[in-house]
């Protein structure tokens, strides 16, 4: 399985942008429509559980008995690492897709971002919170995609554990292939066309390549581990800059909040904004 992830990566990854651009946007639909939809079928299944679970989210998160017993701030510190892996909010990979966009006014895509982290988070995850409440094996001692696979067979039969499989290798593939496009474009950047970007590039392509093998065969807990360690790197850059740049930010959301407000279709030139126009490279 390594060795055919690995051939499967680098065979997207070296047909470049379009090719990458394509694949992703037939996993990416599949995957999201097919989940949802098992879930939300799961739901209206086991809808008049829903109050009993809604209460169980709340007295768990903030029980006396979880605070008394030190696993609250656990449950807090776990749910922090696991929210930033699931929707890079504040962790500064987004915005690499989210500046290729074209856009009339940049708050348009600042507006489409947010929605990335609220159908991510409050919809995505709770369906999968609702799946495993809902088949009451959530203390069953399973973890993580053990315990989704555990429950999506306990409502539709030994077919849930596959489907869990095929949805997060799907999850995974997009969420590589994707994550190499940010790294090229941040290379690309770095090497500022000189004649050694080509070479860079190829030679991160075959770096990565290893990498996706050497990571299929470690365990849970090293690649866990990895995974916090490099985000907080990250987080830490990426909200350094977000405090620099913040007030840019502010200012670009009063314009468009004006011009909404005046009846019109935001639109944004560095001109609109002399105070920053020489501080504005593309617009």
Same mark, same amino acid.
């Given at each position: 399985?390594?060795?055919?992830?690995? /051939? $499967?990566?680098?065979?997207?990854?070296? +047909?470049? @942008? &379009?090719?990458?651009?394509?694949?992703?946007?037939?996993?990416?639909?599949?995957?999201?429509?097919?989940? $949802? !939809?098992?879930? %939300?079928?799961?739901?209206?299944? *086991?809808?008049?559980? $829903?109050?009993?679970?809604?209460?169980?989210?709340?007295?768990?998160?903030?029980?006396?008995? &979880?605070?008394?017993?030190?696993?609250?701030?656990?449950a807090i510190l776990m749910g922090f690492k696991r929210g930033i892996f699931s929707n890079e909010a504040g962790e500064g990979s987004a915005p690499n897709v989210a500046a290729t966009a074209d856009v009339s006014h940049p708050v348009k895509q600042g507006l489409i971002q947010t929605l990335g982290v609220f159908t991510d988070t409050l919809i995505v995850c709770t369906c999968t919170a609702f799946i495993i409440l809902s088949s009451g094996l959530y203390d069953c001692g399973a973890n993580g995609i053990e315990l989704t696979q555990a429950a999506m067979t306990w409502h539709i039969g030994p077919a849930g554990k596959y489907i869990i499989a095929i949805c997060i290798f799907f999850f995974a593939f997009s969420s590589v292939i994707g994550n190499y496009?940010? +790294?090229?474009? *941040?290379l690309a950047f770095l090497c500022n066309g000189s004649s050694h970007t080509k070479t860079a590039i190829q030679l991160y392509?075959?770096?990565? !390549? %290893? $990498? @996706?093998? @050497?990571?299929?065969?470690?365990?849970?807990?090293?690649?866990?581990? /990895?995974?916090?360690?490099?985000?907080?790197?990250?987080?830490?850059? *990426?909200?350094?800059? /977000?405090f620099l740049l913040g007030k840019y930010a502010v200012t670009l959301l009063e314009h468009y909040k004006r011009q909404l407000k005046a009846g019109k279709a935001p639109q944004y030139q560095s001109s609109t904004i002399p105070e920053i126009s020489d501080e504005t490279e593309c617009w």
């Open positions: 399985m390594a060795i055919l992830l690995s /051939l $499967l990566s680098l065979a997207v990854i070296f +047909g470049g @942008i &379009q090719r990458i651009a394509k694949v992703c946007s037939y996993i990416v639909p599949f995957m999201a429509l097919a989940y $949802l !939809g098992i879930a %939300v079928w799961i739901l209206a299944v *086991n809808i008049t559980s $829903l109050p009993a679970m809604i209460g169980l989210i709340f007295r768990s998160a903030f029980g006396f008995e &979880q605070a008394v017993g030190g696993t609250m701030g656990m496009y940010y +790294g090229e474009c *941040n392509r075959i770096r990565l !390549g %290893v $990498l @996706i093998f @050497i990571g299929s065969l470690m365990t849970i807990d090293i690649v866990w581990a /990895l995974v916090d360690f490099f985000m907080v790197i990250m987080t830490v850059v *990426n909200l350094t800059s /977000l």
